[in-house]
Nanobody, 114 residues
Framework: QVQLVESGGGLVQPGGSLRLSCAVSGVSSINAMGWYRQVPGKGRELVASIRSGGITNYADSVRGRFTISMNNAKNMVYLQMNSLKPEDTAVYYC?????????WGQGTQVTVSS
């Protein structure tokens, strides 16, 4: 069974940076993965995705500030977040960017505040 474990969140000031990590187990390789975020009372929003060949896609709200990458040798996916804004505050999850999702992990909280 696929297991997703997110880490790397925390409290950061506006303009700061964080790097999130997603450990993927139960698969031999990662074909595609996305990073989602969710704030209380709203659905999950896909903010970045990556697929084989390193093809990436970003939501308009994060393009130019966030960078998604993956290391297939380690079954890891990362989200480098720069120039963070208070509106980036959310719980961040990794999961398949399309099709049926895998069981959701616990997510990692990102709080952007001064």
């Amino acid at each position: 069974q696929v297991q997703l474990v997110e880490s790397g969140g925390g409290l950061v000031q506006p303009g700061g940076s964080l790097r999130l990590s997603c450990a993927v187990s139960g698969v031999s390789s990662i074909n595609a993965m996305g990073w989602y975020r969710q704030v209380p009372g709203k659905g999950r929003e896909l903010v970045a995705s990556i697929r084989s060949g390193g093809i990436t896609n970003y939501a308009d709200s994060v393009r130019g500030r966030f960078t998604i990458s993956m290391n297939n040798a380690k079954n890891m996916v990362y989200l480098q977040m720069n120039s963070l804004k208070p509106e980036d505050t959310a719980v961040y999850y990794c999961n398949a960017p399309w099709g049926l999702p895998q069981p959701w992990g616990q997510g990692t909280q990102v709080t952007v505040s001064s």
